[in-house]
Structures are given as C-alpha cells and as structure tokens.
C-alpha cells in the first residue's frame, strides 16, 4: 500500500473520530443548547502548589477551551510540561520530579501554538496530525488548548497490568502529570467545570500485554474498572465533561490483513494448480464458518462457552489462546 493511501486512511479516521468527539462537546460551542447526560457511541496527588509551569508569554483569550487528552500512542503528541519525570516503579507515586530550570522552560498551549510543544503538528505516531491535534487546531469554533498528556506504550495502570516499556507513564501517572500543571487551574490555564473536556482512551496495550497470558478476562475487567476509578480523581478535581474511548479493532491492523491476504494468495494458486492439472481433483476449503460457528454455538458442540481453555481438548473449544478445536 502507497504511502499517500496509508496517510489517507490515518486523516479519514482521525476525521472521523474527531467528529465524534466534536458531537460529544457540543456543550462547549458557543450557541449550542447544553446537552445533559452521557450519549453512548458506536464505531493527592501532589498537593503543593508547582511554580507555574508552562505558562505562555501572552494571556489566553476569555472564550477559550481546554481539551485534555489521556491515552497511549493514539494520542500522544509529545507534549512536555515544565517538570521532567522518571519512572521509578509501576504505582502511580512511583516517579521522581524535577523541575526544569529557567532556561530550559517549554510554551504551554496557546493562540500561537495550541499543543504548546512541539510544534505542530506535534511528535505523533500517525507521522502527522492525529486526532487530538486536529481537535485543537481544525474542529472547533473556539480557541482550544490541549494539554496532551498521553504516551506512548501506556496502560491504565500498571499494577493492574504491566506496561511492556518501563518507561512508559500509565494513566494513573498522566493524572499526576495533569495535577502538577493545569490542575491547580493557575490563571494561565484557568479552566471550568463548563470549558473544559477530557478524553480517555486506553485499553490497547493492556490487551496486547494479556493476550496470551491465563486470567485475561479478570485482568481486562480489573485495568477497564480502574479506568473509572481514576476518572472518578478527575471528578473530584473538578473536571464535568469525559470522553471515553473504545479499543480500536485489532482485526484491521496489517499484522491481521496478512491473513487475509494469505488466504487471497491461497485460493488463487488453488486455482492455478488445478488448471495446470485437469485430470486431478483440487478443491479449497475455507475455514471461517467452522470456526465461528465454533466460536458463536459453543454449546453445540459441548463447550460451555467460547473463552474457556482445556489442555486436553475435550470440553473446549480452545486449547489455549491460539489453538482451536472444532471436532
């Protein structure tokens, strides 16, 4: 696939959630009716006061917005504040904060720059804008600054679920890099409950982490809970507007397509082999309605249900994360 193809897809689905999440702010857009409630969509910790760190040379404009984004790798777009962090453990006061000295002190959000560093269209994984800068700089009608906190390999967190980067920030450590800049709402980001939104998107690397390991589905209820309960810290902090973001499907990555294109490959050498050898019988069979049948009725064929493992083969369908039975 062409560059400009794969850069296409990445802008269609940074538009796309982008408008999502500009449907689910339309309480900060000026004349818009409030909008009460939670719309369901398809598709502490340092309590002393930081010396203002990343504040901008000039005053922000009355009408501004505040978006700050939570997340990994899909989010992240090498945000800095005016502390430097080092992991030390995997709680969330597991780190080590510095301060930078006044030379080496970075721009906050602002009318000039709204991620604040680097500049746009930020350090992003998408090679580009993502989702996150766009909403600050394209799909809005107000001056928008985000504070973009996420990194890349992040988990939620990491005493639920290890991250595989050791020096990766989870969520819970993202809040504590969210208090010690804006959370104090210092007059240069002098955020409302009213204009201010937070988006939350984790769960990736949580599930590749536990994807072949025994217990996957506690592990994944007890990372998806914790999701919740550290919102609840931006709750508390005064935050009234969430975004909440589902893991994107795995089944359209590259790494799967490769399957695709290997069965592709498969039938068309089928083909091939038969012509090159009319007096012999060849047939290809697909195995995508066996196995999920096998996945959607496992109680037809004697499993209880289509998560549970059995070494032996015998009352499951899966003998462990990669193996299915379909006998």
Known sequence: MSQDKVSARLLTTAVFITGILVFLALPFLPGRPKQNGVKPVRILLHSEEPHEPNEPNES???????????????????????????????????????????????????ALNPIGNPALPGNTSSGGNNWATYMAT????????????????????????????????????QIVHFQDAIGHRPHYAAWTANNI???????????????????????????????????????????????FIEVPPKELFPSHQAKKYNDTHHRQNTIRFRKAHPDAKVACVEVWDIFYEAFLRPQSLGAPNSTCLDPSGKGCTMTDYQEELVA
Not at 141 to 165: G, K, N, Q
Request: glycine share 6%.
């Open 60 to 110: 922000n404009a009355p009408n501004e917005r505040f978006l700050v984004a939570f997340g990994d790798s899909y989010s992240r777009s090498g945000f800095r504040t005016n502390y430097t962090y080092t992991r030390t453990g995997p709680g969330v006061d597991d780190m080590q904060r510095t301060e930078r000295p006044k030379g080496d002190r970075v721009d906050a959000p602002s």
């Open 138 to 173: 394209e799909f809005n009608t107000t001056l928008t600054l985000a504070y973009i906190f996420a990194r890349s390999a992040a988990v939620v967190d990491a005493e639920v679920i290890p991250s595989r980067s050791k020096s990766s920030f989870s969520f819970a450590q």
């Open 197 to 243: 939104v937070a988006t939350v998107w984790f769960g990736f690397n949580d599930l590749s982490v536990v994807s072949q390991k025994g217990g996957q589905a506690r592990a994944l209820a007890a990372a998806n809970r914790r999701i919740f309960d550290l919102s609840q810290i931006l709750y508390d902090t005064g935050i009234r507007n969430f975004v």
